[in-house]
């Protein structure tokens, strides 16, 4: 596994964990809170004390207790056969994406490839055309050279009218 997949994973595991230790420390308060309210409760019922707030309390203490409850069952709940197909249905996804990914870098490392062959073959074209170029340049300097000395020794005039 790669480095930034390792610490992702991890990332992913330590958050559920902290996700899961606080629900069971928020499920135990809860627990405990329900406990020593039923505990006064009984002691009012004992001294004739008991009001219809105690009795709200307790509703309102047994909910959130509920409340945690269901919290602290959905981490250990099993999955049930439409969320592992959803699951499975989703690594599929995700296992194409990195195949699709692979091929682009694939296809574009390759097009790079062939941009670069194609830019040396196009500068060496230029560095011949300019080499071509200076050789006619040159060519033509001899030929003007040539044509001046040939007119210098030949009366063209004379030739003609002979």
Excluded: C
């Excluded at 509920?66 to 439409?82: G, Q």
């Excluded at 001899?142 to 000395?149: Q, T």
């Amino acid at each position: 596994m790669f480095p930034a997949q390792n610490s992702k994973s991890f990332g992913h595991f330590a958050k559920h964990l902290f996700i899961a230790g606080k629900i069971y420390i928020e499920r135990n308060k809860a627990k405990e809170d329900v406990n020593s309210h039923l505990q006064r409760m009984r002691k009012s019922v004992i001294r004739m004390t008991l009001g219809y707030s105690d009795i709200d309390k307790l509703k309102e203490k047994v909910n959130n207790l509920i409340y945690w409850e269901r919290n602290y069952a959905k981490l250990f709940k099993l999955e049930d056969r439409e969320t592992k197909e959803l699951r499975e249905h989703i690594n599929v996804l995700a296992a194409e994406l990195r195949g699709e990914r692979e091929d682009k870098q694939r296809i574009a490392e390759e097009n790079n490839q062939k941009i670069s062959q194609l830019t040396g073959s196009l500068n060496n074209i230029q560095n011949q055309m300019r080499h071509l170029h200076l050789e006619k340049a040159k060519r033509q300097q001899r030929l003007n050279a040539l044509e001046e000395k040939i007119k210098k020794k030949v009366d063209v005039h004379h030739y003609y009218h002979s």
